[in-house]
């Protein structure tokens, strides 16, 4: 199955996405700050959402983890 038709996969696809794109604009910023529009302005949006809510999203990655583990 897709990991977008299954809502467990697809939460959780889009959460490591948010954390990937925080983690590349705190790595290496001019690959991300440079474009906020377009189909790149996507990854800004996905990481300005990573930094906001960074307490939120790690919990869900938290959970996420002890659900594959135990789930």
Known sequence: MSALFDFKSFVSTLAL???ACTYVK???PGLIDSHRTGFRGVFWKAARVGERLSPFVSALCAY???QTLFG
């Open 26 to 28: 705190l790595r290496a």
């Open 64 to 66: 996420m983890a002890v």
């Open 17 to 19: 996405f948010v954390c």
